[in-house]
């Protein structure tokens, strides 16, 4: 068994966290519980002493968290953070993304998807989890688009479905983080960088250099544009490589939309 690694939980009190803290430490993961008298520049510290991953739980005292999110960021940069927060509007969502974090979960979280995420985190500072794990791992989602306020939206709703989800601002941004984000499915929208951006993104990921990367992960493109590839350049020889497995236009229709994602996932249709 390797070292064990080290949880930093920031809250008030474990008592809701107690469940989560028995089932990861059977799995070798040593808690470490940092309550209200420790500053954020403690927790800074302590997170900066050594290779941990800082989980902030923001429900009870959102001005304390966010004081410790920034105090992290700030003093250890290299030890991800894991924020949890409970029902957060667009705009507290964005603000805890912006502040740096690893991470961003929705209150109540299990035991699954904060063990999968503490492992994700550890791989990132180059660690490996502690044990052989039974964890049933989520469904990881990368959005391209260069709107921000999109990408807040579609992340939250997302999230909120049990998805991990990462973003990217640009195509070139996207292609970018394929390999370290390994992607179950991509969201991609068209014009970013340039007016074509997100059928280059296409072509990459499905037949060009990014192809052996990513495999076959399917692409769902989102768009303003009224008609998928088929529709706006038809006979065109090209026309093949820029179409994406699915095509949806904005603005969303979410009912909708979370179906196709569930159905490019090969998950069940919900019902009801």
């Not at 739980?57 to 105090?71: I, K, N, T, W, Y």
């Amino acid at each position: 068994m390797n070292e064990a690694a080290r949880i930093l939980l920031v809250a008030r009190s474990d008592d809701p966290w107690k469940d989560v803290m028995a089932r990861l430490g059977a799995e070798g993961f040593v808690f470490e519980v940092l309550g209200p008298s420790v500053p954020p520049a403690g927790v800074a510290a302590a997170a900066k002493a050594g290779d941990s991953v800082v989980v902030v739980d923001l429900s009870p005292e959102l001005s304390r968290g966010m004081e410790v999110l920034a105090a992290c960021r700030h003093d250890a940069s290299s030890a991800p953070v894991v924020a949890v927060a409970e029902n957060p509007s667009v705009d507290l969502a964005r603000s805890i993304r912006e502040s740096g974090v690893f991470y961003l979960a929705i209150h109540p979280v299990t035991a699954d998807e904060i063990q999968t995420v503490i492992e994700d985190a550890l791989r990132s500072i180059g660690r490996k989890k502690p044990s052989a794990s039974s964890c049933r791992t989520r469904k990881r989602v990368l959005v391209v688009d260069d709107d921000e306020d999109y990408r807040a939206s579609v992340v939250a709703l997302l999230e909120r479905e049990g998805y991990a989800v990462h973003c990217a601002a640009s195509a070139k941004e996207g292609l970018a983080n394929l390999e370290t984000d390994r992607p179950d499915l991509i969201v991609l929208d068209i014009m970013m960088e340039d007016a074509f951006a997100g059928y280059g993104l296409n072509q990459a990921v499905k037949f060009g250099d990014k192809h052996g990367v990513a495999g076959n992960v399917p692409i769902l493109m989102v768009s303003s544009i009224a008609q998928p590839p088929q529709e706006a350049f038809p006979g065109a020889a090209e026309t093949a490589l820029i179409t994406p497995d699915d095509y949806l236009t904005k603005p969303l229709d979410i009912p909708e939309f979370l179906e196709h994602v569930r159905r490019l996932l090969h998950l069940p249709a919900r019902v009801g």
